[in-house]
């Protein structure tokens, strides 16, 4: 390696170990949390089997602390009775909550949840504005501690599919509302939103949220030849929290969606309540 290039090494270093400093200062506590959300397609792949056991290897491969899923099937016929919610906890080894969006399908719910490694302290559901006939839509909030002074609230959220702007701007509207309630906390929103980051109802978002992938970001929709980016992690622009890495994993066969996982640096101490 010639001279130019051990500077430029040693220069990216310096930067790096910068820019740690001025998010986390020596004073404070940096807490590190990994997101994924990821739309499972009750867990049905590309090859048209129902495989839970085929999500969960991703889910745990990816190292992730907090997994927002869309999609997820209770007990259905269709996915031969299995609880996924519960299933996934199990083979990741990590909590499960379930939310359904819909409490009587194919003899089961269908909806969606979210997996964390830390104890869950509290989980609700709030239901979205659904265009008239349509499928309900929801917001599944839970609320986790990583750390004894550090509280995290997750909203994963499953929008409205089509272009149905009028509804996406009132599914916005209502995140809006919920990030309100909680001027102190820390909150991520992640999901399958349907919607793309140049639209009305995602522009919205911006006055509460920040993206996560702000400079751009991959496509997630359709798995095998993604063109569209629906999936979405951001957090509420309070401050004390900023992404580090950020991508879209190249897994095409599980679902008819990308997973994404964005890595969290969250400034603390900081209180939920």
């Known amino acids: 390696m010639g001279r130019r290039a051990v500077r430029a090494v040693f220069l990216a270093c310096l930067s790096f170990a910068a ?26 792949g590309a090859d048209g089997l129902v495989d839970v056991e085929r999500i969960a290897r991703i889910i745990a491969g990816s190292g992730v602390d907090l997994a927002a899923l869309q999609e997820v099937d209770r007990c259905t016929e269709r996915s031969g009775g299995v609880d996924q919610a519960a299933r ?9 909550v379930f939310g359904a969006a819909l409490d009587a399908w194919q003899g089961g719910e269908y909806g969606i949840a979210v997996l964390s490694r830390y104890p869950v302290e509290a989980s609700r559901v709030h239901r979205l504005p659904s265009p008239p006939g349509g499928e309900e839509r929801i917001v599944l909030e839970v609320s986790v501690r990583p750390e004894e002074e550090t509280g995290v609230v997750l909203l994963n959220t499953h929008w409205s599919g089509g272009p149905r702007r009028r509804t996406h701007i009132r599914q916005s509207r209502a995140l809006r509302g919920l990030a309100g309630e909680r001027p102190g906390s820390v909150m991520i929103l992640a999901g399958d939103l349907n919607v793309l980051p140049i639209g ?14 702000a400079a751009g970001g991959e496509p997630t929709y359709p798995a095998e030849e993604p063109r569209l980016r629906l999936d979405h992690v951001l957090f509420r622009s309070c401050g004390g929290i900023e992404p580090l890495s950020r991508g879209v994993l190249a897994e095409s066969e599980a679902s008819d969606h990308r997973p994404v996982v964005v890595r969290l640096a969250i400034e603390g101490p900081v209180e939920t309540e």
């Open 88 to 96: 996934l906890g199990e083979l990741t080894g990590m909590h499960a």
């Open 19 to 44: 820019s740690a400093l001025l998010l986390c200062p020596p004073s404070l506590s940096c807490l590190e949390i990994g997101v994924m959300t990821y739309n499972v397609h009750h867990c049905e």
């Open 200 to 213: 009305a109802a995602y522009r919205r978002l911006a006055w509460k949220w920040h993206d996560c992938f």
